[in-house]
């Protein structure tokens, strides 16, 4: 039975590293436009045709804004990151003391054979 729950943890661990590495990749993302400059939005929303047919002023509003919103998501993801890392953390934790208990236990069998 310890076995199924090893390679259950295991299992959950792996899900765990790859939510991870995704919210890493969010955050990274989420970093880089933050850092874009008014020009460059503006270039890269003219681009797509966005913003085609607004003033200068109505560009950097927005810009402001989506900079509010996108530190108000960095900041949840950076919580959720922290929430991930602790329970990353607690799987390790419960990983090694089933394997712990499993040594154990074979080796509680072995002495009765």
Known sequence: MLGTDIRGIM??????????Q????????????LR???????????NSGDWNN??????????????????????????????TRGKLTALKRAKARAQRIRAAEAASERKRR
């Open 11 to 20: 299992a959950e661990e792996e899900e765990v590293q790859r939510r991870q």
């Open 22 to 33: 995704a919210l890493k990749s969010l955050l990274t993302m989420r970093a880089r436009q």
């Open 36 to 46: 874009e400059s008014l020009e460059d939005r503006i270039k890269r929303a003219r």
């Open 54 to 83: 607004l003033s200068r002023s109505e560009c950097a509003s927005l810009h402001k804004r989506e900079k509010e919103y996108l530190k108000s998501q960095m900041q949840q993801l950076q919580t959720e990151q922290d929430r």
